[in-house]
């Protein structure tokens, strides 16, 4: 997902995202080592967007703790 479509989540619909993912993650480290899978390059775009979103997350609690 890109950063301007998680931007117009909230915050408890991005870590549902993350949550979300780690699980897809989980699912692919299974399939891979059962050997079922081949394509690991999701895994790495997966891991990408967990750091996207939690970045977005860490970002929105520096401005609330900026502001107020």
Do not use: C, P, Y
């Amino acid at each position: 997902m890109k950063v301007d479509k998680m931007r117009e989540l909230s915050e408890v619909e991005i870590e549902n995202h993350v949550r979300d993912l780690e699980n897809q993650i989980w699912k692919l480290r299974f399939q891979a080592a059962t050997g079922q899978t081949a394509g690991l390059g999701k895994l790495r775009a997966l891991r990408r967007d967990i750091a996207r979103a939690k970045t977005l997350l860490r970002e929105r609690e520096a401005e609330a703790a900026h502001a107020g």
